[in-house]
């Protein structure tokens, strides 16, 4: 590999292990946008496009396609981005083994919330790392469970509070809280006004649900078949708040295990009951990323947190 000009060299992380021009473009995969990756690392967008030549000239092959939005992969990038994601991966679990040897946890972990769990977790999370591993720096993403545990599965996080249906999904991951799903609806309304309804009463009720294949969505489906209820879905909205602003509305009624923003004074909820639905907040973890001590002494600040909200 060619050697780094003087400036380079200024402009390189210390203890770099692998060439960090592969890290902006990884950056600029993530972004797709140059000027984005340039913000994100706080760098002229100039050297940004900089590393990106250096590297078409080292791989003989483009690595961008510029459209009107941005940057997109081509081809050849494509084929090798894994094994570059992997790459600087091992790279990280390496340095952050040699600093862990001097008995701190150090290095970056990216965890993911759901909506719900940002007031809760994100706040006295970060304090607690801060004040206990002042060498990890937490990267946290807000998403849909369904967009987090995508971002599992690409290793883009190392772990994610994220939702699961039933007891059957959660497998060996940490539970961390058990919700019950409520029919939630305008303020007001006489079919919330018991607190409590049984599930067959939302049988041809206007309903407000997530499109197919959302797990909400197939899980209802198999309950309206075990059950011979008719789901009137009347409008498909694939998030939380796009269903409570309908139905806060009177253009029907969602099913959720949360009112979104729960001092919404426009609207209502009745716990469903006979049967009574619960779903799982878990701590998931990526199947693609390594696991290191910065990540494992997160990952044990979540659990303890998570047993603190759920004894007050």
């Known amino acids: 590999m060619p050697e780094l000009r003087a400036d380079e060299v200024d402009a390189a992380p210390a203890g770099a292990v692998i060439d960090f021009r592969w890290r902006i473009f990884l950056r600029v995969v993530d972004a797709g946008s140059l000027s984005k990756a340039a ?26 396609v510029r459209t009107g939005r941005g940057v997109v992969l081509t081809e050849f990038a494509t084929q090798i981005l894994a094994r570059v994601t992997r790459l600087a991966a091992d790279a990280d679990l390496l ?34 790392v801060r004040a206990a591993m002042p060498g990890v720096r937490l990267h946290l993403v807000e998403g849909a469970s369904a967009q987090l545990e ?41 079919t919330l006004a018991g607190g409590e309804l049984p ?49 806060a509305t009177g253009g029907g009624f ?28 878990v701590l998931a973890e990526s199947p693609r990323r390594p696991h290191t001590r910065a990540t494992r002494e997160v990952h044990r600040l979540v659990c303890a947190l998570a047993d603190e909200l759920a004894s007050t």
């Open 39 to 64: 913000a994100a690392l706080a760098m002229p967008q100039s050297m940004v496009s900089r590393a990106i030549s250096h590297l078409e000239r080292q791989c003989g092959e483009r690595l961008f």
């Open 254 to 281: 969602a099913i959720a295990s949360s009112i979104a923003g729960s001092a919404d004074i426009r609207l209502a909820s009745a716990r469903i009951v006979q049967p009574e639905l619960e779903r799982f907040v």
């Open 199 to 247: 599930l067959s009463a939302i049988s041809g009720l206007p309903l407000i649900l997530p499109a197919r294949p959302h797990l909400l969505r197939a899980r209802l489906d198999r309950l309206a078949a075990e059950h011979g209820l008719r789901l009137a879905v009347v409008i498909e909205a694939d998030s939380v708040q796009l269903q409570c602003e309908v139905a």
């Open 150 to 190: 995508e971002h599992l599965r690409e290793g883009r996080l190392d772990m994610a509070v994220v939702l699961r249906e039933d007891a059957t999904s959660v497998g060996d991951e940490r539970i961390l809280a058990r919700v019950a799903l409520h029919l939630i609806g305008c303020r007001g309304s006489e």
């Open 95 to 128: 340095m952050e083994d040699i600093r862990n040897a001097q008995g701190q946890p150090m290095g970056d972990v990216m965890i993911g919330l759901l909506p719900s769990a940002v007031a809760r977790y994100a706040g006295p999370l970060v304090s607690r």
